[in-house]
C-alpha cells in the first residue's frame, strides 16, 4: 500500500504555473560600441514587440521550461534613422521578410533554486541556439529574476555574442570605425500569469 501511495504522488500533476511576456513593460535591445565621428559612442537598439511564455513548476521550480523568444528585429530601434534604415536593409536584414525575425530557443536552464516564493529573487542561465536571419549559433544568457507576487514575475536576461557568428557585416559608412565584434543581448521583461 505504501508503495501504491508513493507511486500515486510521482504520477500526480506538476503544479504549473504560465507566464506570458507582456511586450508593453518589457523590451529587447543590443548594445554594441563603435566610434563615430572619432567620439566613442555605444549604440543601443530597442524593441517592445517581442513574445515568449515562462511555465513555471512552483512545486519543483528546477522543471521550468521557457518557450521560444521571438523578437520582431524590423522594429528594432537605434537614435539615429541612417543606422536604423543600414540595419533594416544591410545588417540584419530584416527588411526581408524571411528575416523579420530573431528568435531564441531555449535548450536547457542551469541554476534555478529548489524551491521559491513571492518576492524571490535569483540568478540562472538559459543556453539555447540564438538565430539571426539564417545563422544559428549557441548563446547562454544570464538571467535575474523577482519573483514579484503569484502572478507576475520581472527579470532581465544578458549575453554576449560575436558578430562573426551571425555573419553580421556592418557596411563602410563615412563617419563610422571600429565596430566592436562583442554585441551585449538583453531582455528586459515583465511576465504575468495567464
Request: hydrophobic share 45%; proline share 5%.
Amino acid at each position: 500500500v505504501v508503495e501504491e501511495a508513493s507511486a500515486a504522488e510521482a504520477a500526480a500533476p506538476a503544479d504549473v504555473r504560465t507566464f506570458v511576456i507582456d511586450a508593453a513593460q518589457s523590451e529587447a535591445r543590443f548594445l554594441v560600441n563603435e566610434v563615430l565621428l572619432g567620439a566613442p559612442t555605444e549604440v543601443k537598439g530597442v524593441t517592445s514587440q517581442l513574445t515568449g511564455t515562462i511555465a513555471i513548476d512552483l512545486n519543483t521550480p528546477a522543471n521550468t521550461t521557457v518557450s521560444p523568444i521571438v523578437i520582431n528585429a524590423r522594429d528594432l530601434k537605434t537614435d539615429r534613422n541612417l543606422r536604423d534604415r543600414a540595419i533594416r536593409r544591410f545588417i540584419l536584414q530584416s527588411a526581408d521578410d524571411n528575416y523579420q525575425f530573431i528568435t531564441f530557443t531555449p535548450t536547457s536552464i542551469a541554476g534555478l533554486p529548489a524551491q521559491a516564493q513571492p518576492g524571490d529573487s535569483f540568478t540562472f542561465e538559459i543556453s539555447g541556439d540564438l538565430q539571426i536571419r539564417d545563422k544559428v549559433a549557441p548563446a547562454t544568457f544570464t538571467v535575474t529574476l523577482t519573483a514579484d507576487s503569484d502572478t507576475q514575475i520581472t527579470g532581465l536576461a544578458q549575453a554576449t555574442v560575436q558578430r562573426a557568428a551571425f555573419d553580421l557585416q556592418i557596411p563602410s559608412a563615412p563617419g563610422v570605425a571600429d565596430v566592436t565584434e562583442d554585441v551585449r543581448l538583453e531582455l528586459a521583461f515583465v511576465a504575468r500569469a495567464q
